[in-house]
């Protein structure tokens, strides 16, 4: 996985207001310091943060997630690079069945 952590990037002045959030928006202030990028105000989310592409779209437990649906389609699923995700259209009684195939073929769940 990636080694280098990336830094939280937060609105301006998310830290001291409840109601702001903690989701980024660009900051558009005219006498903004985060929109100047001065120092020790935070970080903007730009190319130089991206991962490698070796690891983009894989869940963080490295593996790639394959949404499934039904009992053939994880027949198709290869167990090292792959980790499957039931569709949320899925009922219990065949939720059961893929869990029960998955775990014959040893194939990780993601969302169990």
Known sequence: M?????????????HAYK?????????RGVHSKLRRKEKGKGFHP???WGAPKSLRGLHPSGFEEILV??????????SQKQAVKI??????KKRLLILKKADEMK???LNK
């Open 87 to 92: 569709s949320h259209t899925v009922g219990n």
């Open 2 to 14: 990636n080694p280098r952590k990336k830094p939280k990037f937060l609105r301006s002045s998310a």
């Open 46 to 48: 730009n190319v130089g």
């Open 69 to 78: 649906s039904n009992l053939k389609q994880l027949e198709k699923i290869n």
């Open 19 to 27: 109601r702001i959030g903690m989701k980024w928006r660009k900051p």
């Open 107 to 109: 194939i990780r769940v």
